[in-house]
């Protein structure tokens, strides 16, 4: 069942969406990362009062999540008149607020969180899911003044976490427990014919040097700060561009910050092509098995391409933590 309502940004009018052409209707999804539609519109006589909603931030109501149209490319061929549109979540909206104050001290993901979001103007509000108390307090400097969607990115990564959008409910997980190890199996030959090992080391450094913040004679509050990573002795010294952060006023929470972001491994996707569709959840671990290149391992799900209204089956993105991505090269290496 087609079940796509378009909303006008006044939210004054709500109707079914039609004269969607359903072989474009894409949904992609990349953990932490993006959330969005695209697909192609026509316009036609019976349409004509909901394709002129179709318009730059009006809404989409999809299976009940709503998306915002950041984009409309629009398309006349003949008498044929053609909207392209790409719907990011609302969630991406808190991009357009703002805390403007900021936060230093040992804190915890929840007073961050909170933080962050006292400033946010459109009703959204989080809870975070810690079971086995995982999350512990950080050092941070000067956190904040930046907009919301950068700030909470960046709890994301400080405090190797995880998170689910429903609506204007922010879930936070951490990435240790996040997911649920399933039975389904993805095996070559079966549900498979072609399984790309995407591996680059387009990013993989093991040297960085971060700045802080300078006084008001111009010298620093402490001196430029270098994290090497002990793949140096195997790879070689590879230096990444500068890090310069003026909220930084303290030499060794610097020195963290560098060693949480230098990548010193590469990086590592998954992309399968199936051969029928497949019913799996983001953040699943499913058993990958592709006996051509030696791989059976657990990977998890990270994101994923599908056209919900055709037959066609879905294009599913693994990656792993850098214990997964070292176990996974491994395995690729022996044979």
């Known amino acids: 069942m087609i079940d796509l309502r378009i909303m006008n ?6 109707e079914i969406l ?6 474009s209707f894409t949904e ?4 932490n990362e993006a959330w969005a539609l695209s697909f192609t519109v026509m316009q ?3 349409n004509k009062d909901v394709f002129a909603f179709v318009e730059n931030e009006s809404f989409i109501d999809y299976a009940g999540e709503i998306f915002v149209i950041k984009n409309v490319k ?3 061929t003949g008498r044929l008149y053609v909207k392209e549109v790409t719907a990011v979540h609302q969630y991406f909206t808190i991009q357009d607020d703002y805390q403007s104050k900021t936060k230093t001290g040992k804190l915890s993901i929840n007073e961050c969180l909170a933080f962050v979001l006292s400033a946010n103007t459109k009703g959204f509000n989080y809870s975070i899911e810690d079971n086995n108390n995982r999350f512990t307090k950080i050092e941070q400097e000067n956190f904040g003044n930046n907009d919301l969607l950068t700030l909470i990115q960046e709890v994301m990564a400080d405090y190797d976490a995880i998170i689910r959008i429903h609506g204007k409910k922010i879930t936070v997980y951490p990435r240790a427990d996040y997911g649920t190890k399933t039975q389904n199996v993805i095996r070559y030959l079966s549900h498979t014919d072609s399984i790309d090992f995407d591996i680059n080391t387009y990013n993989f450094k093991t040297r960085i040097t971060g700045y802080g913040k300078k006084k008001e004679d111009d010298s620093y509050y402490f001196a430029p700060v270098t994290y090497t990573s002990p793949l140096a002795e195997e790879w070689g010294v590879r230096i990444a561009a500068p890090y310069m952060d003026e909220r930084f006023t303290d030499a060794k929470a610097m020195q963290k910050k560098l060693k949480e972001m230098l990548q010193d491994y590469p990086a590592v996707t998954v992309n399968i092509r199936l051969k029928m569709k497949y019913d799996v959840e983001e953040g699943d671990w499913i058993r990958v098995i592709y006996e051509p290149l030696g791989v059976d391992q657990y990977i998890q799900l990270v994101g994923y391409t599908r056209t919900p209204y055709t037959n066609e089956p879905p294009q599913l993105v693994f990656c792993n933590t850098k214990k997964t991505v070292i176990d996974l090269l491994s395995s690729l290496a022996r044979k």
Do not use: P
């Not at 940004?9 to 709500?14: A, I, M």
């Not at 039609?18 to 072989?23: K, V």
């Not at 992609?28 to 953990?31: F, G, I, N, P, V």
């Open 9 to 14: 940004h006044e939210q004054t009018f709500k």
């Open 18 to 23: 039609t004269g969607i052409d359903l072989s």
């Open 28 to 31: 992609t999804y990349a953990q």
């Open 44 to 46: 036609r006589d019976v």
């Open 74 to 76: 629009r398309i006349g």
